[in-house]
Each structure stands twice: as structure tokens, then as C-alpha cells.
């Protein structure tokens, strides 16, 4: 049975366009989701599919070497209309199923779990999938789990998607103070001495109603001299108007830091559980405002503690509080393991996030990325490794009596 289109589906393949990831190269950010995914839920298979207009196209998979399939036998095509998880127990007691290819033939699909890539707009892009050639289900360990797992791909979508526009808009700001230069010397010289022709001109002819040719000559040799002046005026006044048009920029405003640590803990813990990782929660004490886009935010706190619950040995212990030390901030200790057993995130925030902030591609391309979008939020991030304390990272943020405007002014200086 094919899938019939979702009512909003014009506008949910724009949003996936405007994402720049089809038929991109694999990365090690996505497989690691994918293998976490078919690990949790035990089952062979495992994708991070993309629905586009007439096909199924897989960003990251482990078991398959299927990277497309057509649209119209995608299960994935299916569970982009609802908001849950679908969970296809056994795909030939289906009637939606039954008769699709990939189950009918030999090894073919007898079970299938998405979850829904929902972007913060609520547009379904594709899904976190698992299948299996024999029929079983999933307790809700797995289930939860498989739904924070699909919430931290869509983040690290969207994280990319403003980290690209963030760098424009610096870009756009450095070459509106190059140009502000330029338009100084351009309207405070030689148009001014045009102008100022021009006007007394016109102001003769108004008092005596004669021509004077001489003059009219002078202001002809002047105007057409000056008419490049003009044209490059107008041409640097529509770009500084345009210069802050973008539409993928942060929108800051003020916000609990306290309760936005306290949301991306609560989105991480179902992936921790299921490597039987503890996450100690401190971030309950008092409220932190800060100038942030609250929303940016807790995806960039949710990364940074999906990546510590990613390199750290099952059994391990992560720590998380917020605190006041030079402003605002937000600590996240890895901690060592009582027998020995050390966690291997320093090395990927320091050469991920730290020494190497450019959003490059990369095995730790989102934690640059997720820096980048801290350091448009004015944030200081600091990193320690100390054995028998393990991995500790401070992000301290401005004071919440900071102008916002002043945010997008600096960020040509972030």
C-alpha cells in the first residue's frame, strides 16, 4: 500500500532542501546514531532515512548496503505521517505491508520501528529506523530510546543549518563594516561637492525661471561624472537593509539556563539508560537568566551531553549541574569509572569543539558546530582532563543584562 503525502508536504521537502543533506557524504556524527540505534534496540539493521519527493534516501546505516529505495515501498514514507513512533510488529500480518517487495522477498523485512525526525517547525523529514527479518517487538526502554535517538539527529540537522547561517551573517557584518568605510568617503567627498552643484542650480533656476547654460553645463559634466558615485550609494544601501534579513538567526531573548540544562538532561537520559549510564542531575538550584535562543541552546547542551554518554564505558557516571562561578554556567563532569576505566570525551571536545572550532567536515563535526553556536552566544567554554576526576567542561555565559542587540552587532567579532 503506498503511503499517501503528507498535508504539509510542499513545505516539509522545503525544509529538508533547505537542509543541504541529500546524497552528502557519510559521517561519523550520523553512523555513531545509527549504530547506537540497531545496538539499543537489538536489531540488525539501523538507518537514518530521508523522505524526498519520490524516494527513501539513507544519510547513515549499519546492516544494509541499500542507500535508496523508491518512495512508494517505503515504511519510512509512512512513518513520517504520524508524531510517534510506528512500530510494524510482524510486516506480513500488515495490510499496509503485505505485499511490499522488501518483505515478500527472501530475508525480507518482518519488522520495523520509526521514530519521526521532527523538526522544531514540526515537519516529519524522514525517520531513525530499525528493522529485523523476524517478527518482535520493542519494550519501552527501547522505545524511548529510539525517539531520543531520532530528537539528536534532527538536532544536529538544524544545529548545522544555523551554524552555516550564523557564519554568513558574520560574513555579512564584516563586509557592512568594510563597506561603512567606503560609503563615508563616498558621501562625505566627491558626491557632496555634486550635490551641492546640483542644488545651487536648481535654486537659480527657481528664483529666475532662465537657464544658465554655463552652469547647466558644469552640473551635466558633474552628474555624469558622479553617475557610478550614485549607483554604488544605492548599492551599499541595499545591503546594509538586507544585511539582517537572514532568516535562520538566533532569536534571543531572555531564558532559564537552570531549566534549559534541565530539558537537555531529561532528552539524554533515555539514550543513557540504555547503556546503563547514570546521569547525576545537579542542575536544580536556582534560576540563571541569560540572553539566549533558548530553543538553539538546549540542542547545543543536548549534543555535548549525548557526546559524554557516547564516550563513556557502560556502567559510567556523568554529572551535570549549573552554577554561578564568573557568570552563568553549566557543568558536565565525565566521570572515571571505580576500575580504572577512563571516558574517551576529552579528546573529542578538544579536537572537536576546542582546538578546532570551524565547522569543517570531520569526526566531530558537530561539537565544532555546537561551539560555534556558543560563541554566538557570547559562552566560554573551558576543559579539563584530570585522572581520578575525569573529563570536565564549564560553559559559562554573559549575564542576562546584556543588550541582545549588542549579540548581533558582536557577532561579526565572535
Not at 230 to 258: K, N, Y
Not at 299 to 304: C, K, M, N, P, Y
Request: proline residues 6%; aromatic residues 6%.
Amino acid at each position: 500500500m503506498k503511503a499517501p503525502l503528507p498535508d504539509n508536504e510542499i513545505e516539509r521537502l522545503g525544509a529538508l532542501y533547505s537542509l543541504d543533506i541529500l546524497d552528502s557524504p557519510a559521517e561519523k556524527d550520523f553512523d555513531d546514531i545509527a549504530v547506537l540505534a540497531a545496538s539499543v534496540c537489538e536489531a540488525p539493521v539501523s538507518a537514518v532515512s530521508l523522505v524526498d519527493a519520490d524516494r527513501q534516501w539513507a544519510k547513515a546505516q549499519t546492516g544494509s548496503e541499500v542507500a535508496e529505495t523508491s518512495r512508494d515501498v517505503s515504511f519510512c514514507a509512512h512513518a513520517i505521517l504520524g508524531r510517534d513512533l510506528m512500530l510494524v510488529p510482524d510486516a506480513r500480518e500488515d495490510d499496509r505491508f503485505a505485499d511490499n517487495p522488501l518483505v515478500t522477498a527472501e530475508g525480507g523485512i518482518r519488522f520495523y520501528a520509526g521514530a519521526p525526525l521532527l523538526t522544531t517547525d514540526g515537519f516529519a523529514l524522514g525517520t531513525l529506523c530499525v528493522m529485523d527479518t523476524e517478527p518482535r517487538r520493542l519494550d519501552m526502554e527501547q522505545q524511548q530510546a529510539l525517539r531520543a535517538l531520532a530528537r539528536q539527529v534532527t538536532a544536529q540537522l538544524e544545529l548545522r543549518r544555523y551554524a552555516f547561517a550564523l557564519a554568513n551573517t558574520t560574513a555579512r557584518l564584516q563586509e557592512l563594516e568594510r563597506r561603512k568605510d567606503d560609503l563615508a568617503g563616498l558621501v562625505g567627498g566627491e558626491l557632496r561637492s555634486s550635490l551641492r552643484l546640483m542644488s545651487a542650480y536648481l535654486e537659480r533656476l527657481g528664483d529666475t525661471g532662465y537657464h544658465d547654460a554655463e552652469m547647466g553645463d558644469l552640473v551635466a559634466r558633474a552628474t555624469a561624472a558622479h553617475c557610478r558615485g550614485f549607483r554604488e550609494l544605492i548599492d551599499h544601501l541595499t545591503t546594509m537593509a538586507e544585511a539582517g534579513l537572514g532568516g535562520e538567526s538566533l532569536h534571543m531573548r531572555q531564558c532559564d539556563l537552570t531549566r534549559v540544562t534541565q530539558r537537555a538532561v531529561e532528552a539524554v537520559r533515555p539514550i543513557a539508560a540504555s547503556k546503563h549510564i547514570w546521569i547525576l542531575n545537579q542542575a536544580g538550584g536556582p534560576s540563571l537568566p541569560i540572553i539566549a535562543d533558548p530553543v538553539r541552546l538546549e540542542q547545543v547542551l543536548t549534543h555535548l551531553l549525548f557526546a559524554a554518554v557516547k564516550y563513556t564505558p557502560e556502567g559510567g557516571r556523568v554529572r551535570v549541574g549549573t552554577e554561578m562561578e564568573s557568570g552563568p554556567t553549566v557543568r558536565l563532569d565525565d566521570m572515571d569509572m571505580p576500575d580504572g576505566l577512563r571516558p574517551d570525551l576529552f579528546p573529542h571536545l578538544y579536537y572537536g569543539a576546542i582546538a578546532n572550532p570551524g565547522d569543517v567536515p570531520g569526526p566531530d563535526r558537530g561539537l565544532a558546530v555546537a561551539k560555534r553556536i556558543l560563541d554566538a552566544h557570547h559562552a566560554t567554554v573551558a576543559l579539563s582532563d584530570r585522572p581520578g576526576d575525569g573529563t570536565s567542561l564549564h560553559v559559562v555565559f554573559p549575564y542576562a543584562s546584556m543588550d541582545p542587540a549588542a549579540l548581533v552587532r558582536d557577532l561579526a567579532v565572535a
